[in-house]
């Protein structure tokens, strides 16, 4: 069966920190897909990146970067230089195979919250 | 910029009525689901649903529930008779095709007393 554990509930950094978010998953699959969705206090949520499991290059946006590496099963966020507005909940999420739809089984969040 | 919208945004219902969450998705979209959030923990798939039926579903996804596509642009979920473990907040999403980029509604907040 697919989880996804993020492991850090919460983090409190300072304006201008650099934060990385944790997620380990587990999947039998050897094709799945990886997501992270941020959740801003607001309520919806807004996807920022998926990556399948044939791809480990890692991925660069603004100030946004995702490290992928299979070997320990993990999929790391890191928000450079953070802001005020980066205050949100963080979710890691996990679809495996080649399935009609998106299932994903979200991991139980982070809450960063960035100080000014 | 096209967005998933829900109604109502929150309602307050008693044990044991039927409750009716409506969706409309962006219209060019094919995959629609339904995802639920009970306070403070994670989000949750219900059920998926393409071309007209349901795709696949969940556990949680009992007898109780349901979804319709009754018009081609609304996408309803409903509860039959809901118990107070209902209470979450649930969200629906659409996507054009299978990439997991889920654009999803703001949520509508579901309260049982």
């Known amino acids: 069966a697919q989880k996804v554990t993020q492991a850090q509930t919460e983090i409190s950094v300072v304006e201008k920190e650099d934060v990385t978010l944790d997620c380990v998953y587990e999947?039998?699959?050897?094709?799945?897909?990886l997501f992270w969705y941020k959740q801003p206090p607001s309520g919806e949520l807004v996807f920022l990146i998926r990556?399948?499991?044939?791809?480990?290059q890692n991925e660069i946006s603004g100030r946004y970067s995702w490290n992928f590496q299979k070997s320990t099963s993990s999929f790391n966020f890191t928000i450079t230089a953070s802001q005020v507005v980066d205050s949100a909940v963080y979710f890691c999420?996990?679809?495996?195979?080649?399935?009609?739809?998106?299932?994903?089984?979200f991991g139980e969040g982070t809450q960063l919250t960035v100080n000014p | 910029e096209p967005e998933v919208t829900q109604t109502p945004s929150h309602q307050v219902t008693q044990m044991g009525q039927e409750v009716i969450l409506r969706c409309v998705p962006i219209s060019n979209h094919l995959y629609f689901y339904w995802y639920r959030q009970i306070l403070g923990q994670k989000v949750e798939f219900l059920v998926s649903?393409?071309?007209?039926?349901?795709?696949?579903k969940s556990e949680i996804f009992d007898d109780q529930f349901s979804v319709e596509r009754p018009d081609g642009s609304n996408f309803t979920l409903k509860i039959r008779s809901t118990k107070l473990e209902d209470s979450a907040m649930y969200f629906c999403a659409s996507e054009i095709r299978f990439t997991g980029e889920l654009f999803f509604g703001e949520g509508s907040r579901l309260t049982v007393l």
């Open positions: 999420a996990l679809s495996e195979g080649e399935t009609s739809g998106s299932r994903l089984t």
């Open positions: 999947t039998r699959d050897t094709t799945y897909y």
């Open positions: 649903f393409y071309n007209n039926e349901i795709s696949e």
């Open positions: 990556r399948n499991s044939f791809d480990e």
